[in-house]
């Protein structure tokens, strides 16, 4: 079983936006590992002829109506924002200087 | 931008190169709520006041498919030829980007709705080429960025940017082409023949209005050239959001001549985003990304299966409608016009226009005149499209009853046309507040006629005499005496009865 990376790990960090000190990365790596081995066990029992399972309930078509609901006022939908402007979500800067 | 894109003629590329494109095009569907939750839909509404817990992310809200969303995808897939999936799923697509707050976005992945069809489009001279899709999916669109702080609204130079997550979660469908091979020097035209007629198969489809000026239909156009005779794609440059017909085709000739120059240095084209600049047709680099994309696509757990049931799909393959190429060609044949003419009504954007009219009463040579000539000419002055003019189908059936009552001749009814566009009421009332019913009162229309005649006595000689033509310098005069309002045809009767000649 191939063990995961410190590479793998920090790639996860980037995507996930968490900044991980050197010694965290190599913390993550062994208890991931642990974490996907257990999983993996699964594999040994469920054949090719079980397909992977998304949702657990075989439900299917669950459709609501093209019906207009209410919608949260703006102050509503803004009360979590930790910062706010024009009565719209304000968030830092995207993209640094080019 | 400080750079100049190096380039070559568009003859010197096609020369060298074989271009192959991929079309991607955006449709906003125009259901009454989002695709996920039952925020309204409705435009001009204030930030953030259609919003709610779904689609917000917010911890523990479970999203419902909205059933005319996937009735839609459904609708476009039959009408694009496409197989239609017996069960797919839903994907979070996942990024980390503020125009979706849960951080993903509701698409599918490896199961579309829809997939494997085609569709016909015609070219400007007539001649049809087969347009293969590769899938249709269902998505959602993202929230509105307004970048505050840097030049012109930029994101580059910003000090921060502003959400508002109205948009966020209106339902999107995404249609995705085959590579189109083989349309060499028409790519471009190929191009804009397919948005076009993608564009009528949506409204005919009624699932959505399709306004690329404002955003319901966007298109991506990706493009690679290679060398005669090889079999291999080149690399493919991608640019976003191209939104308009003309556009379309710009950027797709632009993007060959781009290509052809760097591929002719030496050089290599890069795997990129590019976005397209309306002022100068040209495009420009987005920003490069530093790693490779990586969704982690995975099926969304909060979703279940869609399994289009086989009746469902056949009750709506059997209430399609008439699909617009072969509309086309009925009307064409019943109207007794050629394919050039067609074209002009399509290029114009007249032809639902002249439908309406004729289903509003008119006759269709009258219906298709009003439309081409003074409708078109009063749009092009203003700068609108026609069906926004202020004046409705029935408004201009309306005249053309009042021409072929003899109400009205051409010149009054174009002032009734005029002073409806000026917002002055509908086509009677014009009528009424001008005063610009023909003179139908034969006592004013004799004595008019007999001033005429004694005013011009060396032309009315003439007429006597058997110049029946002379009579036009008299019909002009009583037109003139009339300020117009003259049946003309009535007056030059007239004028002949009242020098003894036969018509």
């Known amino acids: 079983m191939p063990g995961i990376t410190r590479e793998e790990v920090a790639h996860l960090a980037r995507l996930a936006r968490l900044e991980l000190k050197p010694e965290e990365l190599d913390h993550f790596a062994g208890q991931l590992d642990d974490i996907i081995g257990a999983v993996a066990r699964v594999s040994e029992v469920a054949d090719q002829d079980v397909p992977p399972t998304s949702h657990p309930l075989p439900l299917t078509n669950v459709m609501r109506p093209d019906e207009v609901r209410p919608s949260l006022t703006p102050e509503q939908a803004l009360s979590g924002a930790p910062a706010q402007e024009q009565q719209r979500f304000k968030v830092p800067q995207i993209l640094g200087e080019e | ?503």
């Open chain 2, 1 to 503: 931008m400080t750079t100049t894109t190096d380039l070559v003629s568009y003859e010197d590329a096609l020369a060298s190169y074989d271009p192959v494109m991929g079309l991607e095009v955006h449709v906003e569907l125009g259901t009454k709520t989002k695709m996920f939750c039952g925020c309204s839909t409705e435009l001009g509404a204030a930030a953030n006041a259609q919003t709610c817990p779904v689609c917000l992310g917010l911890p523990g809200a479970l999203p419902v498919v909205n059933a005319i969303g996937v009735e839609s995808a459904i609708k476009i897939g039959l009408a694009l030829n496409c197989e239609i999936a017996e069960w797919c799923r839903f994907a979070r697509k996942n990024y980390f980007y503020p125009d979706m707050p849960k951080n993903f976005q509701t698409s599918q992945y490896d199961e579309p709705i829809a997939f494997d069809g085609y569709l016909d489009v015609q070219l400007e001279d007539g001649e049809t080429f087969r347009v293969e899709i590769e899938r249709a999916h269902m998505e959602e669109d993202t929230g509105k960025s307004t970048h505050v702080g840097g030049a012109t609204g930029r994101i580059h130079g910003a000090s921060h940017s502003l959400l508002d997550y109205n948009r966020a979660g209106i339902p999107l469908i995404e249609i995705v082409t085959k590579p189109i091979t083989g349309a060499g020097e028409r790519a471009p035209e190929v191009a804009r023949a397919y948005v076009r007629e993608l564009r009528e198969l949506i409204r005919a489809l009624g699932v959505s209005e399709a306004r690329m000026e404002m955003g319901q239909m966007r298109c991506d156009v990706n493009l690679s050239l290679r060398p005669h005779g090889r079999e291999k794609f080149g690399t493919r440059s991608e640019t976003k959001n191209v939104n308009s017909l003309r556009s379309v085709e710009r950027a797709a000739r632009f993007e060959i001549q781009r290509h052809a120059a760097v591929l002719n240095d030496g050089g290599t084209i890069i795997q990129e985003t590019r976005h397209f600049h309306e002022d100068t047709g040209s495009t420009t680099s987005g920003r490069v990304k530093e790693e490779a994309e990586d969704y982690r696509y995975f099926p969304e757990p909060d979703l279940v299966p869609v399994a289009p049931s086989r009746e469902w799909v056949e009750k709506l393959r059997a209430e399609l409608p008439e699909l617009p190429l072969v509309r086309r060609s009925r009307l064409r044949e019943e109207w007794g016009i050629s394919g050039t003419d067609m074209q002009a009504i399509l290029n114009a954007g007249a032809l639902d226009s002249i439908v309406a009219t004729i289903d509003a009463g008119a006759d269709a040579a009258s219906a298709r005149k009003w439309w081409m000539g003074e409708l078109a000419r009063a749009a092009n002055e203003s700068g609108t499209a026609l069906d926004e003019l202020a004046i409705t189908p029935a408004q201009v059936a309306r005249v053309t009853e009042l021409v072929n009552a003899g109400d009205l001749n051409d010149k009054l009814a174009r002032q009734v046309i005029e002073g409806v566009l000026a917002g002055e009421g509908t086509p009677d009332e014009v009528v009424d507040r001008r005063g610009l019913k023909v003179v139908s009162d034969e006592g004013a229309l004799t004595t008019a006629v007999e001033e005429a005649i004694a005013g011009n006595p060396a032309i009315a000689d003439k007429i006597r005499g058997g110049k029946v033509a002379a009579a036009g310098a008299l019909v002009g005069a009583v037109m003139k005496a009339t300020r117009g309002q003259a049946d003309a045809a009535r007056v030059k009767e007239l004028i002949l009865q009242k020098l003894g000649v036969e018509g």
